[in-house]
């Protein structure tokens, strides 16, 4: 275990160690405890310590302050996106740059909500859930990554959900509905679609596991699609790929409820929990 804390700490490791080593020496050269910092920057002392140990990732804004704190001159703004990116792991960082320039999402869930329409609290309980122990980071990597929902021209957006997705209370209860209700605010939002597969539906084309793809502008490349198994996810862009999920799509859109009986669904089941 003090290894494993000890390689948390290296630069080497990852860019959350370094940026909490340069914060540690620009602290120190500043004459600035912890607690002084922390004070400055509107955060608790605990908070630059976990930083400082890269067990915590630092928020957009908490970098921003340090900037202004210990004039690094913009060093930290401009180093948080680079610690965001470095949070997904490397067989998915390709899909999220594809992401941010597709000009239209469409994807099949089957476990959980989509990491673009989920809500913080629904976040942290996925990863918490699973263990892991970069945690943290992924939790604020997921929360960067929806920013491309508030881009001038966001993409398009089509989900289908598993009912099941609706029925797992993934948090708890309120979590869960809380959930449910961001789920209806988006599907309020004329470029998003939502549809649910009903467990009536019986067999359907997604058995298989979830999928998404990335349909790009002209010019931007090749469609892609986007497959995870037990070990990591795969970005597909060969023409056979992509038309065997599209088709696949197809059918569920086919096999499951109209845009406005998703809605109704997703409604009836979010009164069924916490009020």
């Known amino acids: 275990m ?11 490791v990852s860019t959350l160690a370094y940026f909490g080593t340069e914060l540690r020496i620009r602290r120190e050269e500043a004459g600035l405890s912890q607690a002084k910092l922390g004070q400055r920057t509107f955060c608790t002392h605990s908070y630059v310590s976990r930083i400082e140990s ?5 928020s957009e804004e908490f970098a921003q302050r340090c900037d202004d704190v ?9 180093l948080w996106p680079v610690v965001i990116e470095h949070a997904y792991p490397d067989w998915f960082r390709p ?8 000009v239209s999402i469409w994807d099949f869930e089957n476990q959980v909500v989509p990491g673009l329409l989920q809500t913080e609290e629904y976040v942290r309980a996925v990863f918490e859930g699973g263990r892991s122990h ?9 929360l960067t990554r929806q920013h491309i929902l508030e881009q001038e021209s966001p993409p398009e957006i089509w989900t289908i959900l598993d009912e099941s997705v609706l029925r797992r209370p993934i948090g708890g209860p309120l979590v ?39 349909s790009m502008g002209e010019g931007d490349g090749p469609d892609v699609v986007y497959v995870e198994d037990i070990a990591r996810g795969h970005v597909l862009a060969g023409p056979g ?12 859109m086919a096999d499951a409820l109209s845009p406005k009986a998703s809605v109704d669904l997703i409604a009836a089941t979010a009164k069924e929990l916490v009020p």
């Open 2 to 12: 003090a290894a494993e804390n000890a390689l948390e700490g290296d630069p080497k």
């Open 54 to 58: 890269a067990s915590r990732v630092p």
């Open 70 to 78: 210990l004039g690094t001159g913009g060093m930290f703004a401009r």
């Open 95 to 102: 899909f999220v740059e594809l992401e941010k320039d597709a």
């Open 134 to 142: 970069h945690a943290q980071e992924l939790i604020a990597a997921r």
């Open 176 to 214: 869960m509905r809380h959930q449910l209700d961001h789920l209806l605010a988006w599907a309020a939002v004329p470029s998003v679609v939502l549809q649910v597969l009903p467990f009536a539906a019986g067999a359907h084309a997604g058995l298989r596991g979830a999928f998404a793809g990335l």
């Open 241 to 252: 790929d992509v038309h065997a999920a599209r088709r696949a799509y197809d059918l569920l």
